[in-house]
């Protein structure tokens, strides 16, 4: 079925997401792209999007209407949402439901069972691996398809949830290339933060969050004295907010690495490709990482970049093709793969060829590629209906 005859037939969908509009989280950057695709690649169909916990929503337009319960107090938002979802969902009898929350599936299933409306889900990180919920688990295993956006996720949820591998799916995280560009290191944040343009800067980003310690901050903190020696004008910045933060700063001081490390707190999202450029090395060898479309913001910028081998950064990074992939539990292994980099030696000479960097991870993720993988399942779930 080519997309001209599919899109035809003015289908009408149902979009659910947890936010859009008022977040910057991985997720509702997914959710984002995911609607900017649909809207794309079938712009003759009608688009009903349901948002969980947006406040403010754009007025309705020919083929999008939005409805939001972010103006709800949070303990009222999840069953007015359900509610919602449901009167919905009776009312317009969509072709297809896609929710980027797995917690949304359950409603879904309820619409399944009663008017037999196909639904499909995107499965993260964490969210998505090891389900207890009863409710969550029937409702996964009767989806119509589930969108992995990792094979390390793919392959937690069918091991642990024991579900069909014909409908789980790799969906890799896609981002906006053209807000991440190769550039000289910005004068501005240099002077901001006291640094000069030669010198080794070593960058994470990740919310300071004791939940997302598994990141690997705290790792690469633990061995920068052992970095020092080996390049004794490194500085380590970590952009990112978190109640994470009184902790770092006190492994911080007992380390005595007040003047070689930077936390700059909150971003706003203009400034953060101006960050990737300020560093010589990104670096995030995270144990916990769904996919991490951090990494691809990195390599846009033509970053040399590390993660963890053990999680979904492992995707991000193709297999180590576009990166070092280290163990994120092995400290000297860490620290000797930031020195090796940072020194111009590590073994892997992409890394050091920002152009063909950037070409490669937008030929993996960019925005047409994503389109292009989700049309694919599109067609075929409505080529057997």
């Given at each position: ?335 000797e793969a930031i020195i090796q980099i940072l020194q111009g030696k590590y073994p892997n000479p992409l890394i050091y060829q920002p152009e063909e ?5 937008i030929d993996k993720f960019g925005f047409e590629r994503f389109q292009q993988r989700l049309n694919y399942y599109l067609e075929k779930q409505f080529?057997?209906?």
């Amino acid at each position: 079925m080519n997309k001209k005859n599919f899109s035809k037939h003015n289908h009408h969908y149902h979009l659910w997401f947890p936010g859009l509009f008022n977040s910057t989280g991985g997720i509702e950057c997914y959710s984002s792209l995911c609607l900017k695709a649909f809207e794309s690649l079938y712009p003759d169909c009608a688009y009903d999007i349901v948002i969980k916990h947006d406040t403010d929503v754009p007025s309705k337009s020919p083929n999008l209407c939005f409805h939001t319960t972010g103006n709800w107090p949070l303990s009222l938002r999840t069953p007015i949402l359900a509610a919602q979802m449901i009167g919905l969902g009776l009312w317009r009898r969509p072709k297809l439901i896609f929710s980027t929350h797995l917690n949304f599936s359950v409603i879904a299933y309820l619409l399944k069972r009663l008017i037999g409306i196909p639904y499909w889900v995107a499965a993260h990180g964490i969210e998505a691996w090891d389900i207890q919920n009863p409710n969550l688990k029937k409702a996964l295993k009767n989806a119509d398809l589930i969108l992995a956006v990792s094979n390390y996720t793919r392959d937690r949820l069918l091991k642990e949830q024991n579900l069909q591998p014909d409908r789980v799916v790799v969906l890799p995280n896609t981002f906006t290339p053209n807000r991440f560009r190769i550039a000289p290191k910005p004068d501005y944040l240099l002077q901001r933060y006291g640094l000069n343009a030669q010198q080794p800067i070593i960058l994470t980003v990740a919310r300071l969050s004791q939940s997302e310690q598994y990141k690997g901050y705290n790792k690469i903190l633990s061995v920068l004295p052992q970095i020092r020696q080996a390049i004794p004008n490194v500085h380590y910045v970590i952009v990112g907010k978190g109640t994470d933060r009184p902790a770092v700063e006190q492994l911080i001081a007992e380390s005595k690495l007040q003047d070689c490390v930077t936390l700059t707190g909150y971003v706003p999202d203009e400034e953060l490709g101006d960050y990737y450029n300020l560093c010589d090395l990104f670096a995030m060898p995270s144990r916990g990482e769904g996919f991490g479309i951090v990494y691809l913001e990195a390599l846009a910028c033509g970053k040399p970049t590390l993660a963890g081998n053990k999680d979904g950064s492992v995707d991000a990074l193709c297999q180590g093709e576009l990166g070092a992939l280290i163990d994120p539990d092995d400290v000297e292994a860490i620290a000797e793969a930031i020195i090796q980099i940072l020194q111009g030696k590590y073994p892997n000479p992409l890394i050091y060829q920002p152009e063909e960097l950037r070409k490669r991870v937008i030929d993996k993720f960019g925005f047409e590629r994503f389109q292009q993988r989700l049309n694919y399942y599109l067609e075929k779930q409505f080529s057997q209906t």
